[in-house]
């Protein structure tokens, strides 16, 4: 399993107990991420309990899920939702904000196993992608068909099964959630379209490359996951605060994405390496460097190069140092932005952690 990356919690919650407070904060928050993992491989369980009764071949479908799940994973939304419920005051004994985060973590399986088709991806924490898997278990069969098409389509129905999950367990969250939920889906399911037809188009636009990071994967990471939290607490006066916290850091995410899909260790990110540069992703990085060097189209889109002459001609460039200026600049926005918010400094200090965290991982 990969390792967790999980907030620090913060101290001074004035706890009354005598226990440190540090200490106390630290067993609540890794107390509520347990219990995620165990609602979710509950739930999971359960479901493939029920559905081995109507058929053997209709557990697949769960076990690929499950697989997924019991792979690790960063955990970053339920972390992000349950800081920003209990900096909101929340009650880490309510059981609804665990359902809220197992539904996003659960909507975050959904997305990657869609995403891993679009991006005709083979690995995914290190394992075989569920498209992959099922193409190679059609071809060793036999099966009549298309072996792509069939795992393909296996996936699209997996991933499908993974969203229908996720709309039940946040069904059990407490009901101020859903306005958020509800958007944080619609903005996910755009990004994602907006980022294919980015990649289809190739045409460079730094500002529509911004935008797809924003939508297709910061908001729906942080800023929305946060704003969950503090909904679930019944604090929706922190909206702007997290809002303009979650912009900042979410973007910052996906620009180290980006840079560790181009320059990242496939064997510590446990998905290959230059994916954006074979699938034509225009993301922020490509779309600076090729507005200073035309050529970097034709090493992309033309046959007979490598993504390793990608790779140099972006550091000629200098836009990767350039790229590090700017999530350095985000953080600090995304932290200023909390310096003045209605909640204790002890969650000011864990969630500027927590910024540092992700913006600067290494996988």
């Keep these: 399993m990969t390792t967790e990356v999980t907030p620090r919690p913060a101290a001074g919650t004035g706890t009354g107990t005598g226990q440190d407070p540090v200490s106390s904060v630290r067993r609540i928050t890794d107390d509520l991420l347990r219990r995620v993992e165990q609602r979710m491989r509950s739930f999971l369980a359960a479901e493939r ?3 081995a009764e109507v058929d053997e071949r209709a557990v697949l479908a769960v076990d690929a899920l499950s697989g997924l799940v019991d792979s ?11 800081t920003g419920y209990l900096a909101a005051g929340g009650d880490p004994h309510d059981p609804g904000i665990v359902a809220a985060a197992a539904a996003l973590e659960m909507l975050h399986v959904s997305a990657l196993i869609h995403d891993d088709v679009l991006d005709d991806s083979s690995r995914r924490r290190g394992q075989p992608t569920v498209h992959a898997v099922s193409s190679a278990q059609h ?68 500002r529509l490359s911004r935008r ?33 916290y979650g912009e900042a850091l979410g973007e910052a995410f996906q620009l180290r994405d980006d840079l560790l899909d181009a320059f990242g260790d496939s064997a510590q990110t446990g998905k290959p390496s230059g994916q954006d540069f074979t699938q034509h992703k225009m993301t922020l990085l490509l779309a600076w460097a090729m507005q200073r060097d035309e050529h970097i189209r034709s090493l992309i889109t033309e046959p007979g190069h490598t993504p390793d002459e ?37 969650w000011r200090d864990e969630l500027t952690d927590m910024a540092v965290r992700v913006a600067y991982r290494d996988k």
């Design 49 to 51: 309990a029920r559905h």
């Design 139 to 206: 071809e060793a069969n036999g099966w009549q068909g298309e072996a792509r098409r069939f795992g393909e389509g296996v996936a699209i129905l997996v991933g499908d099964l993974a969203l229908v999950y996720s709309a039940e367990l946040i069904s059990q969250a407490p009901p101020q959630v859903l306005a958020e939920w509800h958007r944080l889906r619609s903005e996910l399911m755009i990004g994602q379209y907006l980022d294919v037809a980015a990649a289809a188009e190739f045409a460079v636009d730094p």
């Design 212 to 244: 797809i990071a924003q939508i297709k994967s910061g908001r729906y990471t942080i800023r929305r996951p946060l704003v969950v939290g503090a909904r679930a607490a019944g604090r929706a006066d922190l909206d702007d605060a997290f809002t303009a």
């Design 310 to 346: 990608v790779r140099a001609r972006l550091l000629d460039t200098g836009v990767p140092e350039d790229v590090e200026r700017h999530i350095a600049a985000l953080v600090e926005r995304g932290c200023e932005a909390i310096a003045d918010a209605s909640v204790a400094p002890v």
């Design 72 to 82: 690790g994973g960063k955990r970053i939304r339920p972390a992000f939702c349950i």
